[in-house]
Structure formats: C-alpha cells, structure tokens
C-alpha cells in the first residue's frame, strides 16, 4: 500500500535559517508528489509539485524539492526562513496508474523563531 | 467566484443526529474527494468520486454516506454522529490532467 511518511511533527527554526522538511514515500509505481501549505483556520494551498521530468521542483515562496527516486524521498527545503513560513505543511503523493486519490502525510508544524 | 466552496464553516451538533456537509465546484472537475483532518493523522480520506454516480471508499468511509448526481456537487453526509466524527472536513476537487488538487477551506464538525 501507498504511504507517506513526514520525519518530525514540529520543527522550529530561527527567522533567515535553513528549512529542512523532511519526506518519504512508498510506492509500487513512479508517483506523482507534492507539497501543500496549510495556514491557521485555511484550507491547504499547493506549494510544489513533481510529475515527470526535473527532479528539482521550484515552488511558491522561494520553497523547492527534489525528488530522489532511490532513497524514495521529497524533502523540502528553503534557504532562509521568513516569520511568514510558520505554518503546517503536507506531503502527499498520488500513486502511479489509473487512481487520482492523493494520500497525505501526518504533517509537519514549522515554528519560525525571531 | 470561480473555486470550490464548503458550507457550512461550522456545525455543532447533537450524537446520533443526521448532518450533510456541502461541497460544490466550479470548474467541472471530474474528481473529488473528502478528507477529514484530525492531530497527529494528517488528512485522512474519506469517500472519492471519479466522475457522477460514481463513488468509492477511502480510508476511513465508515459512518459516511456520499452521493454525486451532478459533477459539481459532492455532499457528505454521517448518518448518525458520534463524538469520533468531530474534525476539520475539507473537500478537494483534482484536475486529471494538471494534477494539482484545489481544497475547500474546510468544515469544522463537532459533535456533542
């Protein structure tokens, strides 16, 4: 079966330092893999996005991932942490073949400190 | 507007009493989808449809009812609450060809 699995329920990070947001997945098929925002009290909000082709994916708001097929990963990152990251953040993936569900991971909460 | 809507944003109601969840798109999208979102378990999916009058099981379908006469509506109906069923339900449209999954802003349940 399809799983994600997000390294980490909380993060905390200081306001210009690194983001780190860790995920792995399992699937039989090449899957298609995202990465979604969701803001206090908001409904979630695509940040990236991996089907075919490049392995590193640019998003919205300076975010990017890579997709490493061999250690069936998609972490993402961002070079400098703004106050306005502070939000929680899913991975998913959409199995390959003919089903268009998309499973989730359990989240990660991303604290940006001062 | 042009989106996917929810309503209502929230409901309180009363163990053992039918609600319906609403949900409606604009954009024709052939699937849509019910999440519930709970601490500690992400979203979880709940019913999916792949195109009207056709419906399947997610993860955790029990005490859920869906129907879908027409491609813009998937309401999701409990037919009898319980306490376990308090959450944040959020429906999601998907175009098959782009890929990317639009998310209502959410319903937020609880059950007293």
């Known amino acids: 079966a399809q799983s994600v699995t997000q390294l980490g329920s909380h993060v905390s990070v200081s306001e210009g330092a690194l983001v780190l947001l860790r995920c792995n997945y399992s699937?039989?098929?090449?899957?298609?893999l995202f990465w979604y925002v969701q803001y206090p009290n908001q409904g979630l909000q695509l940040l990236l996005k991996y089907t075919t082709g490049a392995t590193l994916v640019k998003g919205i708001n300076g975010f990017e991932a890579e997709f490493k097929k061999s250690e069936t990963s998609f972490h993402l990152t961002k070079p400098s942490a703004h106050m306005s990251d502070a939000a929680e953040y899913f991975c998913a993936v959409r199995p390959g073949g003919a089903t268009n569900k998309l499973i989730f991971g359990t989240g990660t909460l991303l604290a940006v400190q001062p | 507007d042009a989106g996917i809507t929810q309503s209502p944003r929230y409901k309180i109601t009363e163990t053992g009493r039918q609600v319906t969840l609403m949900c409606h798109q604009t954009w024709s999208h052939s699937y849509m989808f019910w999440y519930r979102q709970d601490l500690g378990h992400g979203l979880r999916l709940i019913y999916y449809s792949a195109a009207a009058d056709i419906t399947d099981k997610g993860e955790v379908p029990d005490g859920y009812v869906v129907s879908r006469s027409k491609t813009e509506n998937f309401p999701l109906t409990l037919e009898s609450a319980t306490r376990s069923q308090t959450s944040v339900y959020f429906c999601a449209s998907i175009d098959p060809i782009d890929t990317e999954a639009f998310f209502g802003q959410g319903t937020r349940l609880t059950v007293v």
């Open positions: 699937s039989s098929v090449p899957p298609y």
